[in-house]
C-alpha cells in the first residue's frame, strides 16, 4: 500500500493515526475538509476530532472549529462533528440531518453561498483564515502532487490557503481515477484576470493533480473506506411525469430552432428528482448530448453509458452504491468521458453562460410570480442550502425549476401565493415544472406569470385557493404590477405552522 | 446637414418627416427603440407614433405595441406612448411617470429583467419577432453603417433582428461622439461560443459603428434635439454620509490588502445617491481607478475629469444638461477615456466577474437577514425595476446597497423584518449602507446578519422595533436559522398601506 498510493518518500513518512493527526487541529481553528456531496470527504480524521471534542467536552471544556467544505453532506464529518457540537460556523451547501438539526436549532452559524463564490471569498481574504485542510486523495506522486478523490471541490483553494494539511490516502478509491481530473491553475484575483480558455464542455484546461506544497503536510493517514452516497428514490409516476414534461418541451424548442438537436450542455441538480429526469432523457431519442454540472448522478451515469451523453464534467461523483460499482467496472470507458474540475470552475459564471447550460433544479416551492425558494421550509429552517442553482439559473441559457406539486402528503403546496424565503427570484426563472404541467414564463409579465404558473403547475386541490387569491389580490392590492395581499401573502406558511397543513381547516 | 451626417446616397433618399415615418408602424407590432436613461432615445418618431394612435383611438379604434428599448426613461418615447395608452408591453428598465402609473395600473404588461439578458433573449428567439427598429443615430457612413449616439443599449441587436429600420439622425448630437463607441460583434448563441476578449475595463474589442443592412431602412428621419436627462440632487448630508461610510470602508480593504490601491473597476447605479457616492470619491484621495458600469452620470464624469478615474467603460452618458455641456467642450479629453459599449457587453457576467467589479447600487428597503429589494414599493408597485444591479450585484467583486435609512420624511424604514419582494438574495449581497453606517456582512450567518444591519444600518427611531422583531422571532419561528414570524414579518409594509407610516399608530 504505501508504495503503491504514497510514492513521496518524505510524506510516507509523516503516515500516522486519525488520532495523532487530528490531534493537529485545535479549538477555534478554521478547518477547510474535501468532499462535496456524499463524494471524496475525509473519512478518519473527521471521526477522530469528534471523539477528542468529546473528550474535552466531558472534561467541562469547549471545542468548536469552523468547518469548510465543497458540499459535503457525510456523516463521518458533518454529521460526527455536529454530533457532538463541535460546529461553530458551517458553510457552504450540507444536508446531514445532524448538523441541519443543529443550524435550525440556531446552534451552528450556517452561511448559505453560491458553490461558486466559495473558492474566491477564501481567495480574496474576505473570509478569514484556513488553519487546516484536511483532503481525501486517490494517492500521492513522487513529487509530492496529488491525485483526487471522487470529488475535487474546493480542494485546491483548501490546500493553496491553509496553513497545515492533513492528507488521507484512501485506499479504497481505484488508482485509475488518475488522469479523470483537471485542476485549473490560472484562477487569480482581479485585476489583471484573462478569459477561461474552456469553451467545449469536455475541454481540460488544467492538469490531472493538486498541488500541494510537501513543507505543509503535518500528517498522511490511511483509510480504506467507501464514499457512502444514498441510493437513489427509483424513478416513481410524479418523478416520470415532471420529466416527461421536461422532455416535451425541449423537442418543442428543438422544432423552433432555439436549440439545436444535441442540446446544451446539461447541468442536474442534487437530488431524486433532477435524477429522475436524467431517466426521462434516456429514453427521449436525444444523442450526442453533454453535461457541465457539479454532480454526476446515477441517472446522468446511465446516459454516458448508454452513449446519450458523449461527454459530462462535474465537480463530484455521487452515486448510489450500485452505480459506483458499475463506475468502477467500466473506469476506463468513463475515464475518457467524465472531466471532474474544482468547483470554481465547474460552477462558474463565466463557464455557464458560454456554453449556455440547460440549468434544471429541484426548489422547495415557487410563488405564483415566479419566484423560487430552494433553501428554506416556511421561510426559517433549513434544508439544504442554495448549492449550485444560482450559478446555473442565472447564467444559464435556460432555467427549470422541478418540483412535486405537493409535500407531506398533500399538506403542503409547492405553488404559494408568496414564496416564504426567495433564493431565485423571479428575474431568473424561465420554466416551473411540477407533474401537473409546465409553464414557460419567458417574456411574460407578472400576472401571465400567475396565470401560467397556476393553471399548468398547481395541484388542483390548491389551483382554486390560489386563483381566489389573485382575483382578490388584484382588487385590493396597493399595486397592481405584483399584486399582493400583504396581510396574507404568507397565511398559508403560517397556518401550516399553526395546524401541519396548508389548507383550510 | 443632409451632406455631413447622411453620407449613403440610398439613405439619404429615404429621409421623410416623423409621421410618414410613424406610419410604417401598426397595431400590436413589436418595436424595439434605441434609448438608456435619457440617453440616445429617438426624439421624433415614438411621438407622432403617439399621435397615429391617438387619432385611430378617436375614431374608436385601438392601437398598441410592444415597447423594447435599452432602458429608456424618456417622456418624448415612454411618456408620449403611455399618455395615449400604446403600449401592450414593456421591458426592460424604465422609469417615466406615466408609464410608471399605466404599469401599476395593471394596463401594461412590464417584463423587468437583467440587462444583461435582453439581448440574448431576443437572439435566442425567447421573446417573440422585432417589427421595426427605431434607432437614434449621429450619422450614416458611406457605406450604410452608423456612427451612434450617446448611448448604445440594444441597439446592435435590434438593427440585426428587425425585419424594417427607421433611424434618426440627430444634429444636435455632436459628430466628435465618432470614435468613443466600441462594437462587439463576436456574440452568438451557443455552442461555440468564445470567451470575450476583454480584459481591462478600457480595452476595445469591437468597431466603432453600427452595422445596419441599408435595405431593411425603411425611413430616416432627421432631428434636432438634446438628450433630456434630468438634473441630479445635489449630494445632501445624507448622501455625503453614505459616501462617507463607503469611502473609509474602501480604504480600510486597501489597508487590509483586499483591495489594490486603484481599486477595481467601480460600478455605480442609476440615480442620485449613487451619483452623490462619486462624489464623495472625488475628495477621498484615490486616484488611477477606472470604471466598468452602465450609465456614466455627473458624479462620474467629474472623476474622469479631475484625473481620478483614468477610463470609464459604459453604455450610456446620462449627464444632467450642465455635465453635458462640460463634456460637450471637452470632448476630445473625454473620447480618449471613456468607451460606450452594447449592454450586453456592459453589464456581461463573464467580464463583471473578470474584472471584478466593485458594485455600487440603490435599493429601496433591504431586510434584517440582508435580502434587498430594488423594485417594488410595498410589494406590489414597480418603481423602476432591476435593471442592471443583479449583473453587478452577483458577479462582482463586491456588492454595495446603499439607501438613506427612512424615506417619506421618517414614514417609511428601509431596513425592514422582511423585505416586501426579493430582488438580490441573501446570497448576492456583500455590504449594505445607510448615512448611519455600513454593514459587512461577509462571511455571517442569518442571525448575525440581523445584528450588524439593524446596529449599523437601521434608523434609531426603527432599531427598537427590529430588535423586538428578531427577539421575538427567536423564540417563537418554527426554525432557528432565519427567524421570522410569518404573521408579522410583512405588517410593516401592511401599516403603511393602510395609515401611510409603518411606524406603529
Redesign the interface.
Known amino acids: 500500500m504505501l508504495e503503491e498510493r504514497i510514492r513521496n518518500p518524505d510524506l510516507a513518512a509523516r503516515v500516522m493515526g486519525a488520532d495523532e493527526a487530528a490531534a493537529r487541529i485545535g479549538p477555534g481553528m478554521g478547518v477547510a475538509m474535501s468532499g462535496f456531496t456524499g463524494a471524496g470527504y475525509p473519512k478518519a480524521v473527521p471521526q477522530a476530532l469528534a471523539r477528542r471534542m468529546a473528550a474535552v467536552q466531558a472534561e467541562g471544556g469547549t471545542f468548536q472549529v469552523r468547518v469548510m467544505t465543497g458540499a459535503s453532506t457525510a456523516p463521518e464529518l458533518d454529521g460526527a462533528l455536529a454530533q457532538v457540537k463541535g460546529v461553530q460556523?458551517r458553510l457552504p451547501y450540507q444536508s446531514d440531518p445532524i448538523l441541519r438539526e443543529r443550524?435550525?436549532?440556531?446552534e451552528v452559524?450556517?452561511?448559505?453561498?453560491?458553490l461558486s463564490?466559495v473558492a474566491q471569498?477564501f481567495t480574496?481574504?474576505?473570509?478569514?483564515d484556513i488553519d487546516v485542510a484536511v483532503v481525501e486523495v486517490a494517492g500521492i506522486l513522487p513529487d509530492g502532487r496529488l491525485i483526487p478523490s471522487t470529488s475535487i471541490g474546493n480542494n485546491k483553494t483548501w490546500l493553496d490557503r491553509a496553513d497545515r494539511v492533513i492528507l488521507e490516502v484512501n485506499r479504497a478509491l481505484p488508482l485509475e481515477l488518475d488522469g479523470m481530473h483537471d485542476v485549473y491553475y490560472g484562477t487569480q484575483?482581479?485585476?489583471?484576470?484573462?478569459?477561461?480558455?474552456l469553451?467545449?464542455a469536455g475541454d481540460r484546461i488544467g492538469e490531472p493533480w493538486l498541488r500541494c506544497d510537501p513543507a505543509k503536510v503535518v500528517a498522511v493517514v490511511e483509510t480504506d473506506a467507501p464514499d457512502r452516497n444514498s441510493p437513489f428514490a427509483p424513478p416513481d409516476a410524479t418523478s416520470q411525469a415532471i420529466a416527461g414534461h421536461l422532455v416535451e418541451f425541449l423537442r418543442h424548442e428543438v422544432a423552433?430552432?432555439?436549440l439545436?438537436k444535441?442540446l446544451?450542455p446539461l447541468q442536474s441538480g442534487v437530488g431524486n428528482t433532477a435524477n429522475a429526469v436524467m431517466y426521462g432523457l434516456a429514453d427521449a431519442g436525444f444523442s450526442g448530448l453533454s453535461a457541465f454540472t457539479e454532480v454526476l448522478q446515477d441517472g446522468m451515469l446511465d446516459l454516458v453509458q448508454g452513449g446519450v451523453i458523449d461527454v459530462a464534467s462535474a465537480t463530484a461523483l455521487s452515486f448510489s452504491p450500485d452505480a459506483l460499482a458499475r463506475f468502477r467496472d467500466n473506469i476506463d470507458f468513463f475515464r475518457s468521458r467524465i472531466v471532474l474540475r474544482s468547483q470554481g470552475i465547474s460552477n462558474?459564471?463565466?463557464l455557464i453562460?458560454?456554453?449556455?447550460c440547460l440549468a434544471m433544479n429541484a426548489m422547495i416551492e415557487a410563488d405564483i410570480y415566479g419566484?423560487v425558494n430552494s433553501t428554506?421550509?416556511?421561510?426559517?429552517?433549513?434544508q439544504n442550502g442554495?448549492g449550485g442553482s444560482?450559478d446555473f439559473a442565472?447564467?444559464g441559457?435556460l432555467s427549470f425549476f422541478l418540483s412535486p406539486s405537493t409535500a407531506k402528503r398533500g399538506a403542503i403546496s409547492a405553488i404559494v401565493p408568496m414564496v416564504?424565503?426567495?433564493?431565485?427570484?423571479?428575474?431568473?426563472v424561465?420554466v416551473i415544472v411540477t407533474e401537473q404541467g409546465l409553464a414557460d414564463l419567458?417574456?411574460?409579465?407578472p400576472?401571465?406569470r400567475a396565470k401560467a404558473i397556476i393553471a399548468n403547475c398547481a395541484h388542483p386541490d390548491f389551483r382554486d385557493a390560489l386563483t381566489d387569491y389573485t382575483e382578490r389580490?388584484?382588487r385590493a392590492?396597493?399595486?397592481?404590477?405584483?399584486?399582493?395581499l400583504?396581510?396574507e401573502?404568507?397565511?398559508w406558511?403560517?397556518r401550516f405552522?399553526e395546524t401541519g397543513n396548508m389548507r383550510p381547516g
Open positions: 460556523l443550524i435550525n436549532a440556531g452559524d450556517y452561511v448559505d453561498m453560491h463564490h471569498s480574496y481574504g474576505f473570509y478569514g484575483p482581479p485585476p489583471g484576470r484573462t478569459p477561461l480558455p469553451v467545449e423552433k430552432g432555439r439545436p444535441t446544451l462558474h459564471p463565466e453562460r458560454r456554453l449556455g419566484n428554506h421550509i416556511m421561510g426559517s429552517k433549513m442554495i444560482g442565472r447564467n441559457y416564504s424565503h426567495v433564493d431565485h427570484t423571479e428575474h431568473d424561465a419567458r417574456g411574460l409579465a400576472r401571465q389580490a388584484w392590492s396597493f399595486g397592481r404590477h405584483t399584486p399582493h400583504l396581510d401573502a404568507l397565511s406558511h403560517q405552522v
